[in-house]
């Protein structure tokens, strides 16, 4: 009978610990279980990215070959740490603070000690990596460009930090994540799916085989290849043109919202973010803090509109029925607020809409933005309907584009001003330099081109987007196929367009026309202060130009924004006219432009106010159709 007991029990032992154990390795696995087991080693096989194509198939980003040199903090043997550290190309220093780190995070899981070796280094180390226990290679992908522009779209990535690590559980140490731009919108769809082994050891720590016969590793799976909507070869051009510029430049096609080209200057090369030596050149790039290559201009910077802005007034005063295209108002070479005169550099004369906008006279706008107060009983009242009307074409807030960042620009309200006044306590008179687009007024050339687009479809615009197709399909996100519409009703647009039109034909951007298009752009001129010694000093101004082409029939609008370049139809109006027509015909006729832009920069303008030189002070003299520098020497202030 005790036998029998005895071997009961030993039997119902027996059948629990296997029932236990299958129940562990059948019904309960999980990854992470695997990974508890000091006897299983993982090793990650991470996917290459999706590459990147522009709108017409032409590769942006692809990927090249990497090595990562791995450790396993509790594998790591005594060894020659010298030799090893030559061997890497790092010092000693590194080498510790690298282990230590790879400690903290785990002392059993794989950490990236080295990253992105070169195909010649991984050549001389292999060989060598067997003499160095606890260390391996891991074969990864780097981004590989095939432009040398794009940066600010593109973005870049880099390793995922702590912050990432925790706050999404998918990522492990060492994987590569998107920081900025299209890498980082789309980071979803471009980073694929990781892979991973799990290698069994003996009880001398020894790599045996492929854990249960490689039944439970994961091939990677690659990132889907996306379509943005740039265009490669206008984006290019653009930037050879911003060479020794700065400022943004942005282009939509009208019909879609899709960007075609975005620009910012000065930029850099997307390449320069890649490989060992990404964080020197992230650290020399990001603390340049004179011309800012990191910052994007194109969607961040935000300025006065200038000139661009008065078509912008016309729409609201022919919505609002307080002047017709027929309405005329007399220039005295500016306008009168109370008893001072405020100048035009239009000739002065008596001055209807078309003549207001081609020759962009102060005066006409000036009153024009009074006719909208003054049919309000109350200044709030006025301001309430116009910034309504300004806003419903994407001004004074974020479009909800899919770039990664950008800025609202602002659109006064009433609250704004009866803040600064009191209520009731302002009118137009106090606010009039929103007539011409300066004052208050801020925008982003995002936002400038975006309105732009709205005025060549007559009253609609598409939300600006730069995402195209994900793995060959095309996207259809609602929000980007759907128009929004302004409150300006359709008929009102054809006569500022006739007025922008004649802008190119006889007005301030005559000179810069292109054969067989006819384009209708607006310039702009807008003030330029900074402070110098204490004292708020004027600069050279800002040159601003928005277009579209064909007038009849858009397919590009355009606003260009460069930062101490003169009167509007000089750098901004040359570069407008230029891509306008690197697009439309995908060849350049006016070689003259072009020689200008190429070889003219404005380095000498932007280290005037640092360096203590005289800079000029523009005044566009109309009869002539010339410059007239006012020379203005700093040191004397």
Known sequence: MKKLLLSSIIIIIGLTFIGRLSYLQIFSFSP????????????YDYPERGYIYDRYGKLLVGNDPAYDVMVIPREVKALDTLEFCRLLDID?????KELRRARIYSPRLPSVLVHQLSKEDYARLQEKMRRFPGFYIQKRSLRYYDTNSAANVLGYISEVNERDLAKNPNYVQGELTGRTGVEKVYEDSLRGTRGVQYIQKDRFNRDIGKYKDGELDVRPVQGKEITITIDKEVQEYGERLMHGKRGGIVAIEPSSGEILTMISGPTYEPSLLVGRKRSKNYSKLHYDTISKPTYDRSILAEGSPGSPFKTINALVALQEGVITPATTFKCYNG?????????????GGTRNMNVGIYKSCNAYFANTFRKIYEKFPTSDEGQDVWSNHIKSFGLGDYLGSDLHTGRKGRIPTKEYYDKWYGDNRWSSSYIISNSIGQGEVSVTPIQLANMTAAIANRGHYYTPHVIKKVAGKDISIPDFVKPKHTTIDKRHFDPVIRGMADVYKKGTAQYVQI????????TGTVENFTIIDSVKTQLTDHSVFVAFAPVD?????????????YYGGRYAGHIASLLIEKYLKREITRKDLERRMLERTLESEYAKPYSGEPFEINEYDWSQHAIKPKTEDLRSR
Not at 515 to 522: L, N, T, V
């Open 32 to 43: 992470d279980a695997v990974m508890e087991d000091p006897a299983i080693k993982a090793i």
């Open 335 to 347: 306008f009168y607020v109370g008893r001072t005169l405020r100048g035009c550099h239009c000739g």
């Open 92 to 96: 000693k220093d590194k080498f510790v």
């Open 515 to 522: 054969p067989d298009i006819e384009i209708a752009g607006k």
């Open 553 to 565: 029939n858009p397919k590009i609008a355009i606003a260009v924004y460069i930062e101490n370049g």
